[in-house]
């Protein structure tokens, strides 16, 4: 009997062991567990994060490329103001130059007709 008495003993030792074991083992699953909760939400909280930067990156882009747009139209409208004025530049130029010729004209009028000098003064 004291043989079957020994192997109880060393087969309670086992038993006591492995439920120890066991146990410690459990222990460290809900230890991982609650770590990597911990990474599960910090990484949620930067994904949240970076989804909110991102989100703050595209309504800065938005503007950027409104104002990009509208400086475009002001530059074309400027431009285009521009190429008015040059044709307007180049009217007045025409009609000086025609003033100028009836100016002389009537000069040369006014010399053949009544006589004189005409005025060097302009």
Same mark, same amino acid.
């Given at each position: 009997?004291?043989?079957?008495?020994?192997?109880?003993?060393?087969?309670? @030792?086992?038993? +006591?062991? &492995? @439920?120890?074991?066991? +146990? /410690?083992?459990?222990?460290?699953?809900? +230890?991982?567990?609650?770590?990597? /909760?911990?990474?599960?939400?910090?990484?949620?909280?930067?994904? *949240?994060?970076?989804?909110?930067?991102?989100?703050?990156?595209?309504?800065?882009?938005?503007?950027?490329?409104?104002? @990009?747009? @509208?400086?475009?139209?002001?530059?074309?409208?400027?431009?285009?103001?521009?190429?008015? &004025? *040059?044709?307007?530049?180049? +009217?007045?130029?025409?009609? *000086?130059?025609?003033?100028?010729?009836?100016?002389?004209?009537?000069?040369?009028?006014?010399?053949?007709?009544?006589?004189?000098?005409?005025?060097?003064?302009?």
């Amino acid at each position: 009997m004291s043989i079957q008495n020994i192997m109880n003993v060393c087969f309670a @030792i086992c038993i +006591t062991l &492995l @439920i120890y074991q066991n +146990t /410690q083992l459990k222990d460290e699953i809900e +230890t991982v567990k609650g770590v990597s /909760q911990l990474d599960v939400d910090k990484a949620t909280d930067r994904l *949240d994060a970076i989804d909110e930067y991102l989100l703050e990156i595209k309504e800065y882009s938005d503007q950027v490329t409104e104002n @990009i747009n @509208i400086t475009t139209e002001w530059k074309n409208l400027a431009y285009d103001e521009i190429q008015r &004025l *040059d044709k307007n530049d180049l +009217t007045l130029e025409k009609n *000086d130059k025609i003033l100028e010729e009836k100016i002389v004209n009537i000069e040369d009028y006014l010399v053949e007709n009544f006589g004189g000098k005409p005025r060097e003064d302009y």
